[in-house]
């Protein structure tokens, strides 16, 4: 089971690859961990550990806020460029577009690293390769 | 309906509040302990197997002795027979007779303790079976309620559309600039690999007009004539 609160305190200003620096937060009300990095001010990746797994949710934009008509092209777009994207898939929660990625409870602290510095690196080109239905 | 089946209808019909449980809470304790039980179920009659095998081992080892005391009686009696001793020969006869009603029992024991312990290792393969598949439904369960953990966190944290819009316009100017960075970083690569390859002094020379002279077809022909 993994700690949560060794994982924060390893996260929080551990320097990645990248040269990017990671923030962490533990919100003990939800059990997850919020992480945001120096790369991309506006990414948020909400961490969570289970006895299987630990997943890693990125917010992108509310489904209620497009526009209705524009939908259908827009879930055929989030299929299409979900596999492109490294390490990390695009879904629909609740009315939530989200980028998420999954990894065994098992694997080392640098692949954790690794998936978030990614995930933020995504973000940009991610959010604003769906510009024109958010604007 | 296996719990996955069930989640993929709940999700098409729509269920998408959060907090809402589409996996039954019951229904995943109660596979757990199936899964807990079957495995104590299964440890257990792995050491009866176990015991029951060595007893068919047993039982095969006496056999193999019965059979060798036969065969090593048989070649007394004919010994006594070639001597002309009918008497022992007879004596002899009526231990193989015995032995060979021991034989039998023995042998008769023994297949069925071998049947026993095939079926018996039969039904455990298919248990195990079993309780993998089980246990792949319930980590199919657990990996939805997972992914549910993650959203009331995420729900409270989805932007609205117009900090959306401003975070977009922000991811383009983040892309662009990166974009801008990388041609800078190529330009000045090629600019590096020029200088090491003195292809820089070779544009120099030409741009100043001093490069090589590209003979003309015209120029050739006004030579000859």
């Known amino acids: 089971m993994t700690n949560l ?12 690859k990248t ?57 055929e777009e989030l299929l299409r460029i979900s596999p492109v994207i490294p390490l990390s898939s695009l879904a629909i929660q609740d009315d ?31 959010l604003a390769g769906f510009a024109e239905y958010i604007n | 309906m296996g719990i996955f089946s069930s989640i993929i209808t709940a ?3 729509g269920v998408s509040e959060v907090g809402e449980g589409i996996v039954d809470a019951n229904a995943i304790r109660i596979l757990e302990q199936e899964i807990r039980e079957a495995d104590t179920g299964i440890q257990k009659a792995t050491v009866s197997l176990t015991e029951l095998k060595a007893k068919e081992i047993g039982l095969s080892k006496e056999l193999a002795n019965l059979n060798a005391d036969i065969d090593d009686y048989m070649s007394k009696a004919k010994g006594a027979l070639s001597q002309g001793n ?21 042998e008769s024991q023994q297949q069925e303790l071998d049947a026993h312990v095939n079926k018996i290792h039969g039904v455990i393969k298919t248990r195990k079976k079993q309780i993998e598949k089980n246990r792949l439904e319930l980590k199919k369960a657990k990996n939805y309620e997972d992914l549910q953990a993650t959203r009331k966190a995420v729900a409270q944290s989805m932007p609205t559309n117009d900090s959306s819009a401003k975070r977009v316009n922000r991811a383009l100017e983040r892309v662009k600039s990166k974009q ?15 200088l090491e390859t003195g292809a820089d002094l070779d544009n120099k020379i030409n741009e100043a007009g001093l490069g090589k002279s590209n003979t003309s077809v015209d120029d050739i022909l006004a030579s000859l004539k």
């Open chain 1, 5 to 16: 609160t060794t994982l924060v305190s390893q996260l929080h200003g551990h320097e990645t």
């Open chain 2, 180 to 194: 801008a960075e990388a041609d800078n970083q190529m330009s000045a690569d090629k600019w590096l690999d020029d």
């Open chain 2, 11 to 13: 999700i098409k019909g």
């Open chain 2, 86 to 106: 009918e008497g022992l020969a007879r004596e002899i006869a009526e231990k193989i007779a015995e032995l060979t009603a021991t034989k039998e029992e023995t």
């Open chain 1, 96 to 126: 939530g577009v989200i980028m998420y990625g999954s990894m065994s409870v098992n694997t080392i602290f640098e692949n954790i690293v690794d998936e978030l510095d990614t995930q933020t690196d995504n973000y940009s080109e991610v």
């Open chain 1, 19 to 75: 040269g990017a620096t990671l923030f962490a937060e533990l919100l003990s009300d939800t059990d997850t961990i919020k992480v945001t990095s120096s790369a991309d001010e506006d990414s948020v990746i909400f961490l969570l550990a289970t006895d299987e797994q630990i997943l890693t949710v990125t917010p992108l934009f509310k489904l209620s806020d497009i526009d209705e008509q524009k939908r259908p092209k827009l879930f």
